[in-house]
């Protein structure tokens, strides 16, 4: 069955540090753009950060997380990673990674309707 399967959520304080996991089973990652989307409690879903397929790999993060978060690939172990520092309490959610799975999809876009392959998210909460 294919699919993505994240880890490392959990409660941490602000200011503290995660680091969470994106692997997948049955499905080679580093054919697609992969992007971190996340969802807080009456908020629409959003895009965080984004790491294309392309031939020179590029990143981009939304501006709320600018600087504080690292997205990575390691495809020998078909994860991507997505570093967060310095956590604030707004970045509480349900984090998901998906795969781009229409158009151009090695590029990064974070319109979730470009997306069809998703994990079922890990929860991050941030609070002292």
């Known amino acids: 069955q294919v699919q993505l399967v994240e880890s490392g959520g959990g409660l941490v304080q602000p200011g503290g540090s995660l680091r969470l996991s994106c692997a997948g089973s049955e499905f080679t990652l580093d054919y697609y753009a992969i992007t971190w989307f996340r969802q807080a409690p009456g908020k629409e879903r959003e895009g965080v950060s984004c790491i294309s397929a392309n031939k020179e790999i590029e990143t981009y993060h939304a501006d709320s997380v600018k600087g504080r978060f690292t997205i990575s690939r390691d495809n020998a172990k078909n994860t991507v990673y997505l570093e967060m520092k310095d956590l604030q309490p707004e970045d509480t959610a349900v984090y998901f990674c998906?795969?781009?799975?229409?158009?151009?999809?090695?590029?990064?876009?974070?319109?979730?309707?470009?997306?069809?392959?998703w994990g079922q998210g890990t929860q991050v909460t941030v609070s002292s």
């Open positions: 998906a795969a781009r799975s229409f158009g151009m999809f090695r590029s990064c876009v974070f319109r979730s309707a470009e997306y069809a392959t």
